[in-house]
């Protein structure tokens, strides 16, 4: 079974960054095969897409987060980021890690992502 671990949310003023991190281990997806998805969830809203990377390299984010938020991953380490700047109070919310492989989806805990002044 795969474990997605989430880490590096917090409280943050309005402009600043955070760097997200979603370590992956156990199971038999790694993510060099896999898509990888961040989601968020804001209080009262449904789950909602905020970028992607494909197994071949192909990146897409949320009109909400083009211009400002980066997603990268290190195939050796098994683990994907995504770098938040330039972050706006209607960024708030839980943030979710997801794994996509072979039709079966992974997630992980979540992390909480405040900004807030």
């Known amino acids: 079974q795969v474990q997605l671990v989430e880490s590096g949310g917090g409280l943050v003023e309005p402009g600043g960054s955070l760097r997200l991190s979603c370590a992956a281990s156990?199971?038999?997806?790694?993510?060099?095969?896999?898509?990888m998805n961040w989601y968020r969830q804001a209080p009262g809203k449904e789950r909602e897409l905020v970028a992607t990377?494909?197994?071949?390299?192909?990146?897409g984010f949320a009109d909400s987060a083009v211009g400002r938020f980066t997603i990268s991953r290190d195939n050796v380490k098994n683990t994907v980021y995504l770098q938040m700047d330039s972050l706006k109070p209607e960024d708030t919310a839980v943030y979710y890690c997801?794994?996509?492989?072979?039709?079966?989806?992974?997630w992980g805990q979540g992390t909480q992502v405040t900004v807030s002044s």
């Open positions: 997801n794994l996509h492989s072979q039709n079966r989806d992974y």
């Open positions: 156990g199971g038999i997806f790694r993510i060099v095969t896999s898509t």
């Open positions: 990377t494909t197994r071949d390299g192909r990146e």
